[in-house]
């Protein structure tokens, strides 16, 4: 059952726009054009995107997890690391939800400065907060806080390795590109 031709050169038009940049690409669809040109390499990393995708999933988990251990906890702790864990929580909060749309913008729409971004904000920000969390013991941790701690850890880690490969290889391709179209 194929669809009609109309419907099917409107999606294929629909997804060329939305997935892949068409600044220096051809305007004129033909009838024999492919999804993706063979001259185009796709530069997204899967790894990368896997990550996100089940970073994405896990966050509201930890973030309800990491709430009701705090609400717990909250009448033992002294008041400076109240503040402290209060403050954590939301700056988390506020920096893994830019964290990831950098991640996902840049790495499947291969923008550089999206990337470059969210690598910084994994390695500057995201990492050593996750590891104050993880470490500190007079924060009382609690056994299900270092679960989720321990495996947000993981995922920060891994996605600021496979970002950063992914970064160096989209940074590499658009010098590459550059070089090449300084001769035409």
């Known amino acids: 059952m194929d669809l009609p031709d109309a419907i099917r050169k409107r999606l294929e038009h629909f997804s060329r726009n939305v997935l892949f940049d068409q600044s220096g690409a051809r305007t004129t669809a033909k009838e024999n054009d492919t999804f ?49 864990l209060v403050t954590v929580l939301i700056l988390m909060t506020l920096i893994e939800a830019i964290r990831l749309f950098l991640g996902y913008s840049g790495n499947l729409q291969e923008k550089v400065p999206e990337l470059a971004g969210f690598w910084l904000l994994s390695i500057l920000l995201q990492f050593p907060l996750i590891l104050f969390q993880l470490f500190n013991e007079a924060i009382l941790i ?27 290889d989209m940074v590499r391709h658009t010098g590459r590109q550059f070089h090449l179209r300084q001769f035409d």
């Open 36 to 84: 993706l040109p063979h001259d185009k390499r796709v530069l997204s990393s899967l790894h990368l995107q896997m990550s996100l995708y089940f970073n994405m999933w896990f966050f509201p988990l930890w973030w309800i997890s990491e709430t009701v251990m705090l609400q717990l906890k909250y009448p033992a702790l002294p008041d400076y690391y109240k503040f402290i």
């Open 142 to 168: 609690q056994p299900l806080e270092r679960g989720v701690h321990i495996v947000l850890a993981i995922f920060i880690l891994t996605q600021a390795l496979s970002g950063f490969v992914a970064l160096r």
